[in-house]
């Protein structure tokens, strides 16, 4: 249940907060040039040292994946398979059990009175997990964090208590299933720490 | 919490932005966070702010016109309306499932390229942008041209888009290889034989005038199972008005069972029957002699013919009785003209014999004169409304259609189609173009493109269609769901589905021609698209573009509806415009028209055209196929709350009916001891195997054969809903046979003996399988 923190977030909660959000948005983009670029400069690695430090995790043992077989990958989780995706990735299907739902609608208009709108040419769902975490990043960044946290806790949390099982189950890169359970203990982390 | 000096790391991408900060933000609702997602949201959907659209109907080729309710961005509902002639106001349990197809978490999302190097059928792919798919896919049809010719391209089409994929690009293309299963997996015969007697082909929505007729005699005709909306809505108005329905059927069918006589006729021997009721209407003389000799030519040669045949000569190969024959033709003729023999859909049944029965069914009705006659088979057209101004295509479109032959090719640049020569008929047949991928005979055909069209699900002998390609350069699959082939294709385009797109006009012929429009309810979900763009896109970057000078669908359909005075504008308020016919001959005598575009001007029994290409002008009756012993013929059909093996992932549909059975004679399932609902196996003549599949233990089977309906046995485990549920007809059908006038495949050559003891599958309910596939 998304409930208003204790007390009011520090910069580095935001920081952590923001910085949690910009992983998961781009862990679960479409692989493209920003990935691999962030992939061979060592950024993504290193963020993710940061945010492990921050939060006193492991960090995720990212193997150097092959990036056609990382992109195969991505379409054989998420988008389409013979075997059947690992893993829907639409935060509200994740909570409803059905696309464009409740869920997803009431995500929309809080996203709307916050001022935030999907550009025309991003060519998913609106509640795709990482248009979500873009939008969280937003907000985290915007000097909302507290709607960022609630947008965590309250929409991403349960897509990857639903799925981050199944990813690492099927995931042959090396890639989505550390990064998956990496982020989902890090959410962990930081949605336990804002509410003690 | 603690953050080092790595605090402002940056992170290149997530900083390509799908959002962006709006700059009218409201006044926040929720000020310290997010709604809780979990909370139901208040309100009924039809409390909201509802707008409606107009659209016909894709979840069959009934294509119902319909209203679409939209609320806050979602289809909530969909419903027929009165004005449209072909749901009066009323929907099936198919069209009430559309929004569960658009819905469904299993579609296509975006335009996949095969990782290089992998194989067909491994499912490995890669995301591409449209832009890229199609410089993909014009580089790989460009080798394939300089290499073999533009004909080495196939295409295949199924549903309203098929006229862009299997009618419109490979005309501009330059190929001639474009076909539609509608034509030689279903109604092939019927068109030739009609184009042949009549001079006019069967419309799409078989014209029988059923609010006027009294007598009814359903020949393999599934009517109650194949739901065609209003065509049922009409049977049983009639049936409920008194009008007497005979069935022949080898299974005690729905439809038998409101039946007054069921004729359970053996197998693949119906032409015999007709030939015998031709021969009782002409030796009693009690055919309708005054339409004959006004309306007909070659009357004399059927009856010299039809002597032959007589009810004891039927009955020694139908098993009907002679005397039952006589009294149906009897009765039949007491009813003329307001008795009638419908034409089915899907009537490639034997192969060589399909063209003969449906001729003898045709002329069964014509010497009851009751074509163009009320209660028997209405005249109709199809609305007349002018093309967008394009240049001519350089090769005339030749697949067919359900609703008559295809134009004719005559003189052209290019080669034949790989088909030419084995059949009479001039639509293509779909079947035919397999063998050459493989052999490269007469020519290679290296490309193929299947649109709507489920190639594993449809085409027989599985195998061999896997084997032709893994022999292609190039095989791009247009769909909305991940079908089994789909997952084969090296290019996978996805579509989005009716709700979420305009379509052409479709223009109805029907005894109230009418013109019908499709507007998109919500904007498609992912990055998929409608046929119309994808088939423009492509053109263009095939140097086609001057085909395609329409910047936009509304621009050509507006243009369009122009011709008639009507414009989208006015289209989006009415859905349909409803012309006037002329249903009856008297209404084209009055006009001085003659409505017979035969040689002749007539209906003709004897087909001087046969004739001339050494075939039978007259129609016999061909001893069918025999299988082995201990087989039976294995017979199939639909389910009612099914299309083909299109609906079989929608979740609504399967819950309703999620698996098919086998239907087994209860003296045969008592001798090879086999229980009701036991699970079996299904294995055919060629050692395939299908199932489990549970049996269907009744009386209502004859015992040669055995009977399922279509659609299921789907292989693909990303359908998640079909996947693995009962038996598959078309992986049984490991042979056909070629009829030589229309090019249909005869599918119901195959048999199969029934393996006991298969293991109980466990099949977990539908509501299930939903619940776990939003939990992975």
Redo the contacts between chains.
Sequence with gaps: ??T?PRTTP?E??V??LH?L???I???Y????D??R??LVSG??A??C??LA???DLDAPGLLAPDW?TL??S???LF??????????P?V?????????G??A???????????????DA????PD?V??V???G??LAH?ARP??A???LE??LA?WFE??AT?IEAKDVSGFYGPMTKFLQAAIKE?TR?ARS | MKLGRRDFIKLSCATVGALAVGSTAKAQLFPGGFPNPFRPPPGKWFEGDVTTSYSYCEMCFWKCGMKVSVEGGKVRKVDGYLENPKSRGMLCPRGQAAPATTYDPDRLKKPLIRVEGSERGAGQYREASWDEAFDYIAEKMFAIRDEHGTESVAFMGHGTGDEWFASYLPGAWGTPNAAKPSVSLCTAPRETASVYTFGRGIAGHEQIDWDETDYIVLIGHHIGEDTHNTQLQQFAQALTRGAKLVVVDPRFSVAAAKAKDWLPIKPATDTALLLAWINVLIEEEIYDAEYVEKYTLGFEQLAEHAAQYTPEWAEAITEIPADTIRRIAREMAAHAPRAVLPVGRHVVWYGHDDSHRMRALYFVNILLGNYGMPGGYYLCDAPIVDTFPAPELPLAPAAGGCGGGPVEVGDSPFRPSVDRGKFFGTATSVQEFIEPMITGEPYPVKGLFAYGVNIFHSIPMVERTKEALRHLDLYVAIDILPMEHVMWADVILPECTFLERHDDLNLVAHKTPFIQARFPAVEPMYDSKPAWWIARELGIKLGLGEYFPWENIEEYLDRRLSSIGSSLEAMAEQGTIVRRGRPYIADWERLNRNPFDTPSGQLEFYSERFAEAGLDPLPVFIDPMEGPSGYYRLLYGRSPVHTFARTHNNAVLMEMDSENSVWLNTREAERLGVSHREYVYLENQDGVVEGPVRANVTERIRQDCVYITHGYGHKAPLMKLANGRGASDTHLQTRYDLDPYSGGAGLRNNWVRIVPGAPDPQHKSIAQLVRERSQA
Excluded: C, K
């Excluded at chain 1, 995500?107 to 935030?116: N, P």
């Design positions: 249940m998304t208003a520090t580095t909660d920081a952590v910085l959000l910009q992983l948005a781009g862990t983009r479409s692989p493209a920003a990935l670029d962030d950024a993504l290193e963020a040292a940061a430090e921050a939060l056609t992109q195969a991505y379409i054989d988008v389409s398979s013979g075997n059947g995706i690992a893993a829907p639409y509200g299907y994740a909570i409803d059990g059905e696309l464009m409740p869920s609608q009431l995500l929309g208009a809080a996203f709307s009175d916050h001022g935030i709108e999907l550009q991003w060519s998913d769902l795709h990482a248009a975490a873009e939008g990043t937003l915007g507290e709607a946290l609630a947008l309250g929409y349960p639903r799925y199944a930081v720490e």
